[in-house]
C-alpha cells in the first residue's frame, strides 16, 4: 500500500476547524465588502434625493469595463483613473438628463426611471463591449498569489478591495462632516427648503450626489474586477445584492451598510458550509424580506427617523 | 351609465374577432400564435392594473406569480406518478378523478394529474402565497415596497432555477395540452389555433369584464378612495389594508391563470418566465399604457408582447422596455393614450420654477 | 436548378434557400449563440460567394431568443409556418430544444440542434439531430483520466444553467461505474463572483480532485479560488473550458487543469496525418481572421450543424424527405466536433473518440500525455 495518489498528500489530512471557519470567514469578507461598497453607493443618492438608484450596480459595471478598455492604451493606475472620472461624467449626465429638470416629482417614479437607465446602460455596454467578460491584471501578484495565515490563504487582491474601500469610507466621511461641500449636501438631504433658503443649490447637490456614487461604484468595479470579471450585465445582480446590504443597514446610514454587507457577506459564505450552493441568494433575500417586514428601518436604522422620510 | 361601461367591453371583443378575421383573410393565421401569447400576458395585466392603478400598490415581481401557475401546472401534469401507484395518497387522488392516464410524446405510459386538477391546484396555492406574502408586504410604502415586491420575484426566479424537479435551468416540457371542456383544448397544436385564439382572448374579455364590474361597485369606490388618501378612506371606516390584501390575491390569480393557459399552450415553461426582466416589462407596459387606464395597458402591452415574441426588437428586446419606463416615466408619467398628452408634454417643458439653466 | 421553382417546395423562392437559426446570441447563453451565429454568417456568406447550394443562394435566418424557451417556441412556429424555411439550426441550449423538438417533428421541420443534453436524439424523433458531442462522453473520458490517476474520491461543482445541470447528471450517473465516489456536490450561481466558500467545502471534504462544469466567467473564478486558498488537487473542467479567454482569465491558475474537448483547440498540435485536421485548421482561420476573436469549440457546433445539412443538399437537392433521409445515413461526415457517423438509432453521430483529453501548459492548450494506469497494489 505504498504508492502514491493524490490522496497520500499530507495536506489533506484535514482542516482543522478552525482554520476552516476562518477560510469561510475571509471569503465572507471579500464578498461582504463588495456589497458593502455598492451599498455606499446607493446611501449617498439615496441620502441627497430619496431615490434608490437601480443603476448602481451598472456604475461599477462600467468602472470596469472602461478599465479594462483604457488599460490596453494606458498603465494600470492611469486606466483606473480614467474609467472613473469617464463615470463620473456619465454619473452626472444621467442627473442632468434625466433626474434635474424634472419638477417635484415622485420619488417612486424616479426609481422606476432609474430601473430603465440601468436598463439601457446595460443594453449599450453589450453594444460597445459585446458579451465577453473582461477583468483587469491583479494589481499584486497573480491569480494564484496568496497570503498564507496556517491553512487560511487570501489573495491580496482581496486586501485591495478591503484597503481601498476603507480609504474610501474614510474620505467619504471626513468630506460629509468636515468640508463646506460635504456639509452642504447634509444639510440639503435633511432639509432641502432650508438648505435652499441658505443659498445651498439643491440641484448642484443631486448632481453632485450622482457624481460620488459614480466614482465610488467604478473605483469599485476596477479593483473587484481581478477576482469578479466584469460582463455587460454584472451590474445586475450586484445592484440587488447592493440595496439589499443597504436597507439591512438602514437606508442612508452608511456606516451601517458596511457592517450589514460583512455581516450578509458572511452569512452568506457559513450557508454554504451548510446548505446547498444553488439556494445561496434565496438566503439574502429572505433575510431581506424579513428585515423589510419586521424592521424596515433596518438593523440599525432609527425607527423614528425612517417613517419621518417622505416617499 | 351602465350601458357605457360595457360598450367598451363590446368594441373590444369586435375587435377581437375583426383581428382574427383579418388575418384568416390576409393569410396572416401564424400571427395568432403570437397574439395568443400576448393574450395570456394580457391577463397578468390585468392583474397589475387593477394593483398599480387602483390601489397604487407598484408590484416589480409579478412575474413570480406568473411562474408559480406555470410551473405548478407543468409539474403536476408531467411528473410521473407511476412508480408511486401504491402509496396511498396516489390512490387516493385516483379515485377522486383528479389523475389521468396518457401517454407522452414518446409513447411511453405517463400517469399524471390531469391539466383541470392541476390548474384548480396552482390558482389555490397562488392564492395562499399571495395572501401569505400580501400582508406584511402591503403594510410597506413606497421604495420599501418595491424592494419587497422585487425580493419576491427573485425568490420565486431562484427557486425555479435551483430545483431540479422544476427541471432547473431547462424548465420543463411536454406538456400536455388542457381539455377545458370537450371540444375545446388549450394547445399548440396547429389545427387548434383559431380555437386557442378565442380561449385566450375571452379569458381577457372575462377579466375585463369581471375588472370593469368591481371597479364600477362599492369596492371600486373604495379602492379610488383609498388610491388617493389612504388615511382618510381609514378615518371613513374603509378597510383598507383588507381591500389592499384581496386585490393584491385577485392580480395574483390572474397572473397564474395567464402562467397555467400559457404553459399549456406553449407546451413547456423555462425559468426566464419568472425572471426580473419579465416583471420590469410588465410594469413598463402598465407605465405606458397608463396606470389606470386598462384599455390603454392592454393595447400598447399586445402590440409590445407581439413585436417582441416575433423577434422584432432582435437583441435590443431589453433595451427596448427599458427605453419605455425612462421616457414614459420622464415626460408621460400617466401613460401615453390619453388625449390631453401633448399639452402636458408642453407644460412640462414650459414650466420651469426658478431655473438656473434651461434644458438642452 | 430549376429556376422557375417557385413556392411549390417549401423554403424555395425563386433561387434562394431559406435556413432558420434559433440561437441565444445574447442573454445567459450568449458563449454559445454569439460565437455559432457568426459561424452561421460566415458559413452563409462563403457559400454564397461560391455561387450557393447547387444554384440556390443561402438565406439564413437568425433569431435571437435570448435563450428564452417561449421566444425560441415562438420563433420556432414562425420558421416553419411564416418563412417557411428548409430546416431548422439550433436552439443552443437543450431546455429550448427540448421545448421545440416536439413542434419540428409534428411539422416534419429538419432541425439539427448546437445543445448537447442526450434528450434531444434518445428517444430519436426522426427529424430531429444534434451536432454536439453527448456529455456523457466527457464525463466518461474525465472518468477514465481518474483511473489512470489512481483518483476515487471527488467533489463535482456545476453551475445552475441547463450545460451545468447537464454534466452534472451524468456524472452523478456515471461515477459508480468507474468506482469514484462523490463526497461533495454543489450548485452555484452563474452570477457568482468569488467561489472562495464553496471550493472550502471541497477542501473539508478532502476531495482528490474535482470536476467543474460550468461555461460562464465562474469556470476561471473556480480555479483561481482553488488555487488560492491551497487545494492543491488535480481539477477537471468540462468542455466548456474550451476558450482560450478563460485560460487567459484565470491565469496561472490554469495550469494542470485536464478537461475533454473537441480538436480544435489544439489544431497546431495535431499530426499531419489526423483526419480532422484540414477542417479545423480551415475554420480556425476563417474565423479568427473574420471576427478578430479566438474560434471556441461552441461555434463549432453550428458549423457541424451547417454543413451536414450543406452536404445533405448538395447530394440530393432541396428536398426535405431525401435530405432527412440523406443525414440519417451519413457516414464518415468530418465535422470540428469530431467524425459523424449518423444511423437511424444515432441522430447524433459522434461517438466517445470526438473528445480529446487536453490540458494547459504555459497558457496554451496541449493535448495531454498518456500516462500508464497506476496498478492498485
Known sequence: ?311 | MARNKYLRIAIFTACVIAIQIITSFAGKTPYLTQLTMAGYYSLVIIGLTLLMGYTGQISLGHAGFFAIGGYLSAFLTTYNLIPYKDKLVVTWLAKTGALVMRQDLYGRDILAVQPWAACIAAVLVTIAIAYVIGRPVLKLKGHYLAMATLGFGTIVYKIVLGTGLLGAADGLSDIPGFRLIPGLEVSGKAALRIQNYYIAWGLVILGVTLLTNLIHSRVGRALRSIHGAEDAANAMGVNTSQYKQNIFILSAVFAAVGGVFLTHFNGGIGPSEASIMKSVRYVAIIAIGGMANLWGALSMGTVLNFLSLRGYFGSYDDAVFGFILVVIMLLAPEGLLRTDLFRDIRKRFQHKPSQEEQSP | MCMCMVGAAPGLAEDTIKIGAILGVTGPASFLGAPEAKTLEMLTDEINKKGGIKGLKIELIIKDSGASPEKAISFAKQLIEEDKVFAIIGPSTSGETMKIKGIAEESKMILISCAATEAIVNPVAKYVFKSPQNDSYAAIRIFEQMQTMGILKIGVLSSNTGFGKAGKEQIEKLAPQYGIQIVANEVYDKEATDLTAVVTKLKAAQVQAFINWSIEPAQAIVIKNARQIGLAVPIFQSHGFGNIQYVKAAGPAAEGVIFPAGRLLVVDTLPKDNQQKAVLVQYKKDYESRFKEDASTFGGHAYDAFMILVKAIEKVGPDKEKVRETIENMQGFIGTGGIFNFSPQDHNGLDINSFEMLTVKDGKFAVLAKQATKKKK
Open chain 1, 1 to 311: 500500500m505504498g504508492h502514491r495518489t493524490y490522496a497520500s498528500i499530507p495536506f489533506f489530512d484535514g482542516m482543522q476547524h478552525i482554520e476552516l471557519l476562518s477560510q469561510y470567514l475571509v471569503a465572507g469578507i471579500t464578498y461582504g465588502t463588495i456589497y458593502a461598497v455598492v451599498a455606499i453607493g446607493f446611501n449617498i443618492i439615496y441620502n441627497a434625493t430619496g431615490i434608490i438608484n437601480f443603476a448602481q450596480g451598472e456604475f461599477v459595471m462600467l468602472g470596469g469595463m472602461t478599465a479594462v478598455m483604457l488599460h490596453t492604451l494606458l498603465p494600470l493606475p492611469l486606466a483606473i483613473l480614467g474609467a472613473v472620472i469617464i463615470t463620473m461624467t456619465v454619473g452626472a449626465l444621467i442627473e442632468i438628463v434625466f433626474i434635474r429638470w424634472l419638477t417635484s416629482p415622485a420619488v417612486l417614479r424616479l426609481t422606476i426611471i432609474t430601473i430603465g437607465i440601468a436598463i439601457l446602460i446595460r443594453e449599450i455596454a453589450l453594444a460597445l463591449w459585446g458579451t465577453g467578460v473582461k477583468a483587469l491584471p491583479y494589481f499584486t501578484g497573480t491569480a494564484v498569489t496568496v497570503i498564507s495565515i496556517g491553512d487560511v490563504h487570501i489573495s491580496p487582491q482581496v486586501l485591495w478591495v478591503i484597503s481601498i474601500s476603507a480609504v474610501m469610507v474614510v474620505i467619504l466621511h471626513f468630506f460629509f462632516t468636515y468640508t463646506l461641500l460635504g456639509r452642504q449636501m447634509r444639510a440639503c438631504a435633511s432639509n432641502r427648503d432650508a438648505a435652499r433658503l441658505c443659498g445651498i443649490s439643491a440641484k448642484n447637490m443631486v448632481t453632485l450626489s450622482f457624481v460620488l456614487s459614480a466614482g465610488i461604484g467604478a473605483l469599485a468595479g476596477c479593483v473587484v474586477s481581478p477576482i469578479t470579471y466584469v460582463q455587460y450585465d454584472s451590474g445586475t445582480s450586484l445592484a440587488i445584492k447592493g440595496f439589499t446590504v443597504a436597507i439591512l443597514g438602514g437606508l442612508g446610514n452608511s456606516m451601517a451598510a458596511i457592517a450589514a454587507g460583512l455581516i450578509l457577506g458572511i452569512l452568506e459564505s457559513f450557508s454554504i458550509w451548510v446548505m446547498p450552493t444553488a439556494y445561496k441568494d434565496v438566503i439574502a433575500i429572505s433575510i431581506l424580506l424579513l428585515i423589510l417586514f419586521v424592521r424596515p428601518s433596518g438593523i440599525f436604522g432609527n425607527v423614528e427617523a425612517s417613517r419621518l422620510k417622505e416617499f
